[in-house]
């Protein structure tokens, strides 16, 4: 059983940072690609940022609303994904959520509470 277990979350003012964290129960080169993706009171999931051939390049995939603000990481020895978040705006308040997919298999975290408010 894979197991995804985020943290980092909290409440931050606008134009403030956070980072949050993801550890993960296997190895990341286990998945075919990890990420995060978040959903806002009322609103359908949405991808934030995604790592993608994980075991060759490593390619990045961000959302407009937040390219050049995010960034999303990994540390291999610590099996854990990161994602950077700098200059935080109100719009991205919502619960995040680790996601990693290994084949045809999709798993996600239990999430983690981003607020942004002044």
């Known amino acids: 059983q894979v197991q995804l277990v985020e943290s980092g979350g909290g409440l931050v003012q606008p134009g403030g940072s956070l980072r949050l964290s993801c550890a993960t129960s296997?190895?990341?080169?286990?998945?075919?690609?990890v990420g995060w993706y978040r959903q806002a009171p009322g609103k359908q999931r949405e991808l934030v940022a995604t790592?993608?051939?994980?075991?060759?390049?490593?390619?990045?995939n961000y959302a407009d609303s937040v390219k050049g603000r995010f960034t999303i990481s990994r540390d291999n020895a610590k099996n854990t994904v990161y994602l950077q978040m700098n200059s935080l705006k109100p719009d991205d308040t919502a619960v995040y959520y680790c996601n990693a997919k290994s084949n045809w298999i999709t798993y996600w975290g239990q999430g983690t509470q981003v607020t942004v408010s002044s």
């Open positions: 296997r190895s990341i080169f286990s998945f075919n690609a």
């Open positions: 790592i993608t051939e994980i075991t060759s390049t490593g390619n990045t």
